[in-house]
Structures are given as C-alpha cells and as structure tokens.
Nanobody, 124 residues
Framework: QVQLVESGGELVQAGGSLRLSCVAS????????MGWFRQAPGKEREFVAD????????YYADSVKGRFTISRDNAKKTVYLQMNKLKPEDTAVYYC?????????????????WGQGTQVTVSS
C-alpha cells in the first residue's frame, strides 16, 4: 500500500508562483510514474503533469505546458510541481497520484494511488 500526502497549496495572485509537494510512503513503494491532477468546482478531474520515476521523462497537459514543471527527489520520495505564471483558471484542488503501469498519463483511471488534495486558489 502507498500513501501520498500533498502540501503547498495556498492563495496566490495571478502571475505568481507556487510549488506543490507530494511525499510518498509505504514499504512496497515502487511506482512506474507519479503525476498531478486537479479538479475545480463543477468540473471533472483534469490531468496536469506526470513524471516517470526512473527515467525522469515528463508529460504535460497543453494548458500548463511552459508554465508548470514537474520534478522529483528520489531520496525523499517526493514529487514537486512548480507552478509559474498562474492564472485564475488554475484554481482547483490538486491531487498527487501514482501508477504502476505504463498507461496513458492523462487517464485518471490508470492511476493506483491518490492523495487527499491541496487547495490552490489564484486570485485575479
């Protein structure tokens, strides 16, 4: 079993930056990849970014490409999401997720473990 805990969500003004963290734990942790999803009120869950744990290959949603950067610290079993040039439409609860299979990174159903989420609010 894997536990994921997100942190770093805050209120920030448009154009600002924020870094989210996701710490993974568990005796059998060995995910193929980890990623970030977000969900705004009244909207469906949306893929944000994904990183392969070993190769460090990354994949981004078009809406955040060039603004967000996903990275990881292997020793700390932590994944980060650096968010720059934030927009009001980035406002959502951000969820960390892990998957053990080489499926499409943008499909939520392909992920096996989820954190509880951290709120990001971007004011205009």
């Amino acid at each position: 079993q894997v536990q994921l805990v997100e942190s770093g969500g805050e209120l920030v003004q448009a154009g600002g930056s924020l870094r989210l963290s996701c710490v993974a734990s568990g005796r059998t942790f060995s995910s193929y990849a980890m990623g970030w999803f977000r969900q705004a009120p009244g909207k469906e869950r949306e893929f944000v970014a994904d990183i392969r744990w070993s190769s460090l290959n990354t994949y981004y949603a078009d809406s955040v490409k060039g603004r967000f950067t996903i990275s990881r610290d292997n020793a700390k079993k932590t994944v980060y999401l650096q968010m720059n040039k934030l927009k009001p439409e980035d406002t959502a609860v951000y969820y960390c997720a892990a998957r053990d299979r080489p499926v499409a990174p943008y499909v939520a159903e392909g992920y096996d473990y989820w954190g509880q989420g951290t709120q990001v609010t971007v004011s205009s």
